[in-house]
């Protein structure tokens, strides 16, 4: 454990993909520097969360571990009717999976690195005004994160100095491709899967264009070849040699490499910001102790909590993500002051927006009884005792090396910007129908399901909030996001677009009997119903934008009218990038921490 007691150069409040990026790389340019976690280390916390942590395959029981996760609830609507008409509701909120545990998010998502389009990083520029975030500029960014082992022939031939790729190669970021060899006892199905997929695909334009395309870069969405184009794909994911790879192994390959620089304090909870008489913030107060956070499933009330406070010479870096940074602002009268006042917190710096803006994605599925279980699934307990779980940890191999992904496609519905695709559609081997208590163990009992899960880019909902429930800073905010509030019409219609889709791509499985039945939404919904239904019950996981740059932060991070204090994290888009956020985040880490170095006096921007 890290003594606290030392003055650092920057204290990074948070371990997660933005939090660890910054914290290793600050570190690496010399600096000084404490990480503040307010969970365990995944690896130190017994051998079930170890296996949790680092198994592929277990990326849903690593989000409900408890030892862990924070089980967040939000609420998607502010109509308490609507609220109802969500089975994963309880009591007008849904389960929104955090992580409690050092590598934030990373420790438990489902690894995906996909890159955000050009047209996203170009508008993010446009909107700030500053160049740094245009996509030439993020470039360079990519190649800092990226390490990608999926293409080791032009790996090679990029060593010999030609690579129309785009991709990253030497970064600190691991990216590999998960392809099991036991799924080609599933071979006929998976087949299949791939053929109808294509030709769906191609009804727009000629099947043989498609094939063409998929010919030149082999279904990989980060080829910057592809050049928006829709695709079948699969999806890249962040892992070294199958083992989930992410900022908390950044993190400690760094602090073991010079210990003098980087100290991490795990079971760590920041309670508030130190500011000196001039308004500069300063440094950080903390509790120490297990599962101190009320999101915790585990939480204690905190009799043997050690208190204290760390100091920052230089900046004070906010990376909890788009929940906890302006909770930590807000704790810290940074914020609306009526609202602070309303819970007898002295306002400082007036921030109305901090905690406003918060966005997500929507996501929906299909999901499918199949004729007979999986083959490549038998004995899978996801468990430690079972025997793909052995393979896995002899060697590396197997089912469980996969994150459940075993197709994948980037299509546009009808609203889509033009060149960017805004759906995701993903075949799951399993069961999924959103985040609630226990959903983890119902993905895969009978190993006999199927879900196609439709994920939705561009989003035009900005009308979440997240406000504090209480002064007290163990107890997690409240978060609406008011789903469907703006641009809903849009966001509905292009979600049963996708729905249309991955019915389509069903349906000669279905008349070949590989598939039994559609369980969800079931075959028997109207065009109204089907929207009700999907209204009702999409769920997203990528919250960000509650405090944004523009009305609560400049372009460098740097917080309004507070001094020495930097957010670093999602917190921080205007707009939701990309597809998936998590390589969003690390490319923005990586682009702010060269801000700070610069800001430092230690290199240019």
């Known amino acids: 454990m890290a003594s606290l007691e030392i003055e650092y150069d920057y204290v990074v409040v948070g371990s997660g993909a933005a939090g660890g990026t910054v914290a290793a790389r600050l570190a690496e340019a010399g600096m000084r520097v404490l990480v503040i976690e307010a969970g365990p280390d995944p690896l130190e916390s017994g051998v079930s969360s170890r296996a949790h942590y680092c198994v592929p395959a277990f990326h849903a029981l690593a989000s409900e571990n408890e030892n862990l996760c924070w089980a967040q609830h939000a609420s998607h609507f502010d109509d308490a009717e609507a609220a109802a008409a969500d089975p994963k509701a309880r009591e007008g909120e849904v389960l929104y999976p955090r992580s409690g545990a050092l590598g934030g998010c990373t420790a438990h998502n489902a690894m995906i690195f996909l890159l955000p389009s050009d047209q996203d990083w170009d508008a993010l520029a446009c909107e700030t005004g500053d160049e740094g975030w245009s996509a030439e500029a993020m470039k360079r960014h990519r190649k800092k994160v990226e390490r990608c082992r999926h293409r080791p022939l032009w790996r090679l031939l990029a060593l010999l100095g030609f690579d129309p790729t785009g991709h990253g190669w030497s970064g600190w970021l691991p990216v590999e491709r998960a392809m099991p060899m036991r799924a080609f006892s599933d071979a006929t199905l998976i087949r299949s899967l791939f053929l109808t997929s294509l030709v769906e695909l191609g009804r727009k334009k000629k099947l043989l264009s498609r094939v063409r395309a998929f010919l030149a870069d082999w279904g990989d969405p980060n080829d910057v070849r592809r050049k928006g184009e829709e695709q079948l794909c699969y999806l890249p994911l962040a892992t070294f040699r199958h083992a989930r790879w992410g900022t908390r192994d950044r993190l400690r390959a760094v602090s073991e490499g010079d210990a003098a620089r980087l100290d991490i304090a795990t079971d760590t909870l920041a309670t508030k910001l130190i500011f000196?008489?001039?308004?500069?913030?300063?440094?950080?107060?903390?509790?120490?102790?297990?599962?101190?956070?009320?999101?915790?499933?585990?939480?204690?009330?905190?009799?043997?909590?050690?208190?204290?406070?760390?100091?920052?010479?230089?900046?004070?870096?906010?990376?909890?993500?788009?929940?906890?940074?302006?909770?930590?602002?807000?704790?810290?009268?940074?914020?609306?002051?009526?609202?602070?006042?309303?819970?007898?917190?002295?306002?400082?710096?007036?921030?109305?927006?901090?905690?406003?803006?918060?966005?997500?994605?929507?996501?929906?599925?299909?999901?499918?009884?199949?004729?007979?279980?999986?083959?490549?699934?038998?004995?899978?307990?996801?468990?430690?005792?079972?025997?793909?779980?052995?393979?896995?940890?002899?060697?590396?191999?197997?089912?469980?090396?996969?994150?459940?992904?075993?197709?994948?496609?980037?299509?546009?519905?009808?609203?889509?910007?033009?060149?960017?695709?805004?759906?995701?559609?993903?075949?799951?081997?399993?069961?999924?129908?959103?985040?609630?208590?226990?959903?983890?163990?119902?993905?895969?009992?009978?190993?006999?399901?199927?879900?196609?899960?439709?994920?939705?880019?561009?989003?035009?909902?900005?009308?979440?909030?997240?406000?504090?429930?209480?002064a007290d800073p163990r107890d997690p905010p409240k978060v609406a996001f008011r789903n469907f509030e703006q641009d809903g019409e849009r966001d509905l219609d292009a979600l049963v677009q996708g729905l249309d889709m991955v019915r389509a791509m069903a349906r000669p499985l279905i008349r070949c009997k590989a598939i039994a039945t559609e369980e969800l939404p079931g075959s028997n919904l109207d065009r109204d119903q089907l929207k009700q239904w999907v209204r009702a019950n999409a769920w997203g996981h990528h919250a960000c934008g509650t405090a944004a740059i523009g009305p609560v932060l400049d372009t460098r991070g740097r917080v309004h009218g507070v001094p020495g204090l930097r957010v670093v994290d999602a917190s921080i888009f205007p707009r939701i990038p990309g597809l998936f956020i998590v390589a969003s985040i690390y490319l923005a880490a990586e682009k702010l921490a060269e801000n700070i170095l610069a800001d430092a006096g230690l290199g240019e921007d």
């Open 276 to 470: 000196d008489d001039a308004g500069r913030a300063v440094g950080v107060e903390w509790l120490r102790g297990r599962h101190l956070y009320r999101a915790s499933p585990k939480s204690v009330e905190p009799a043997a909590a050690i208190e204290g406070r760390t100091f920052a010479v230089r900046e004070v870096i906010l990376a909890g993500g788009a929940f906890a940074t302006p909770q930590l602002l807000m704790l810290s009268g940074v914020g609306d002051p009526q609202q602070l006042k309303s819970l007898k917190i002295k306002p400082r710096v007036k921030l109305p927006d901090v905690g406003r803006n918060l966005q997500d994605r929507y996501e929906i599925a299909v999901v499918h009884r199949m004729t007979r279980p999986w083959k490549s699934l038998r004995g899978a307990g996801f468990s430690l005792g079972d025997p793909l779980y052995q393979k896995w940890k002899r060697s590396r191999r197997g089912m469980y090396v996969s994150n459940g992904t075993a197709i994948a496609a980037l299509r546009s519905s009808s609203h889509a910007e033009p060149g960017n695709p805004d759906l995701v559609l993903m075949g799951l081997m399993g069961r999924f129908s959103g985040y609630f208590s226990g959903y983890a163990d119902r993905c895969w009992p009978g190993l006999d399901g199927f879900s196609w899960a439709v994920l939705k880019g561009q989003t035009g909902n900005r009308s979440g909030t997240v406000r504090l429930a209480s």
